[in-house]
């Protein structure tokens, strides 16, 4: 699981925040950061945008009512009350981080921020319907992020040695059992290792120097389409050809035509 460890929080900025981001962040880095914008009035300009990504992880209401018994049934719902410049002067809010805790609960920005045993916890809450229970949106967010490997046996035949459960274990997997009836559901998922991607100008750069890349045309440097998997257009379809694709303008039966030697003109001849 790939998250940002504290030091990088400690350096970030309001204006570092992307909505991947903020999940590996508490509430009171998110009151930290937001008052150290003060000091940067363009960054305070652009506060609804912040607040916008800021309630992709968090829940954060502004107190219209700022009176002790409004701000105690806040701190009553978990939230974290706090004075925050806004604007031209200063408002109220209260910030709680979302729970993750049921399968709709899941998105592309948050399930890299959470381990295997979490996200099998979240799938256990279903229902116990399984994986096949789960919709295919929710699997493509998972799968995205996760190996998964399921198998469903007996439950005597299970944990025999040398199978796959064992093997998935040993391999850094962690494991769901679903029991249905004499038959056990195994949900195997393990975090997919990230991988660094590198731009196609990054890679200009490297190779030609950066005096070499003209950073006006860099939409010129722009990886070619992937056709793989792509059917050929013009590509013969062998299958389709029949005896309907080779007609003539000649009838079957030659003795039915009705032409005579007046018919044809003398050049003809």
């Known amino acids: 699981m790939k998250t940002i460890n504290e030091e990088n929080i400690n350096s970030m900025t309001l204006e570092d925040l992307t909505k991947s981001i903020v999940w590996d ?8 950061l937001w008052n150290e914008a003060v000091k940067e009035q363009e960054t305070i300009e652009n506060g609804r945008h912040y607040i916008d990504i800021i309630r992709c992880a968090f829940e954060i209401e502004e107190l ?42 899941l998105t592309y920005e948050n399930i890299g921020h959470i381990s295997a045993a979490k996200l099998l916890e979240v799938i256990d809450r279903n229902f116990g319907g399984g994986w096949e229970s789960l919709s295919q949106s929710i699997r493509d967010i998972i799968e995205s992020r996760f190996d998964i490997s399921t198998t469903t046996l007996p439950k005597e035949r299970l944990k025999n040695p040398g199978g796959m459960y064992e093997m998935k274990v040993k391999d850094g997997f962690d494991v769901l059992e679903i029991e249905k009836g004499a038959w056990v559901e195994a949900i195997f998922a393990k975090f997919k290792p990230i991988e660094e ?67 044809l003109d003398d050049e003809d001849y």
């Open 64 to 105: 219209k009512v700022d009176r002790p018994e409004i701000v105690k049934k806040y701190e009553a719902r978990g939230m974290t009350v706090a004075l925050l410049p806004y604007g031209q002067g200063t408002k109220k809010w209260a910030i709680k981080k979302r729970p993750i805790v049921r399968v709709t609960d």
């Open 197 to 263: 991607k590198h731009s196609y100008t990054d890679s200009y750069s490297k190779k030609n120097g950066p005096d070499d890349l003209d950073e006006d045309n860099e939409d010129e440097f722009e990886l070619p389409e992937d056709d793989y998997g792509k059917e050929e257009e013009d590509e013969l379809d062998e299958d389709a050809l029949t005896a309907e694709s080779y007609r003539t303008t000649i009838d079957e039966n030659p003795e039915d035509l009705d032409i005579t030697v007046d018919d």
């Open 25 to 32: 962040l508490q509430e009171n880095d998110i009151i930290r």
